[in-house]
């Protein structure tokens, strides 16, 4: 659950957990292990964050830790962009990074309606990604402000959006009292050390 994230409504509470890095993982687990008395602060210079596969920036710490102290927060994440002049002195705006969980196809067809409706200045949107990486280009008109046209981009699209809140349902300590919890993250290391090694030391030993 911690490595791959899960998304999950039960009978009374839900599950909603972001995907973090293997090696952290594993480093905040045999830390775990070693010191099961270990702090918040001390675990998250392990595991600082979620790792997202699709890339983003994440906007802010505070709803990380959040949630990794209460089991409930909110992470707001962010596309990469960046600005770039293009032929006849038009601006580009090229998104080379979204948001977890966001469909580029989508995103575009959502700025090509946006440019009908809403937002001013949009000439045109293409898809120039290939195999070295993604490049989702909005030329905007010679005479408009592209900063503008990403500021509108950023509040009616999923350029930005927030994508995690979440409580962390303890589904190893139901297997031991019957109940799922919402736990801080140190507890959900716990129970994860805990609740492994047995399977691991059959696994070795049928081997």
């Known amino acids: 659950m911690i490595l791959n994230g899960t998304s999950g409504i039960a009978v ?7 995907p973090h890095n293997l090696k952290e ?5 045999v830390a775990q292990i070693d010191n099961p008395k270990i702090s918040l602060e001390e675990l998250m210079t392990l595991v600082p964050g979620p790792d997202f596969p699709t890339g983003g920036k994440i906007i802010g ?10 089991g409930r927060g909110k992470i ?5 962009t960046a600005l770039e002049r293009g032929k006849g002195g038009k601006s580009l705006i090229v998104i080379t990074e979204i948001p977890y969980q966001v469909n580029k ?10 440019s009908e409706e809403k937002i001013e200045g949009i000439l045109d949107v293409r898809d120039e990604s290939d195999r070295e990486g993604m490049r989702l280009v909005v030329e905007c008109h010679k005479d408009t402000n592209p ?3 990403l500021q509108q981009l950023c509040k009616y699209t999923q350029i930005a959006r927030d994508i995690w809140s979440y409580q962390f349902s303890d589904r190893p300590q139901r297997n031991t009292d019957g109940h799922g919890t919402q736990g801080d993250y140190c507890s959900l290391y716990q129970a994860s050390s805990v609740y492994d090694p047995p ?7 049928e081997s």
């Open 76 to 80: 707001t994440m962010r596309g990469t």
């Open 105 to 114: 196809a989508n995103l575009a067809a959502k700025i090509e309606s946006l």
């Open 12 to 18: 009374g509470m839900a599950s909603n957990m972001p």
């Open 61 to 70: 710490r505070e709803g990380i830790h959040d949630a990794y102290e209460t």
């Open 199 to 205: 399977s691991d030391r059959v696994r070795l030993n």
């Open 147 to 149: 900063q503008i046209v």
């Open 25 to 29: 993982v594993i480093s905040g687990i």
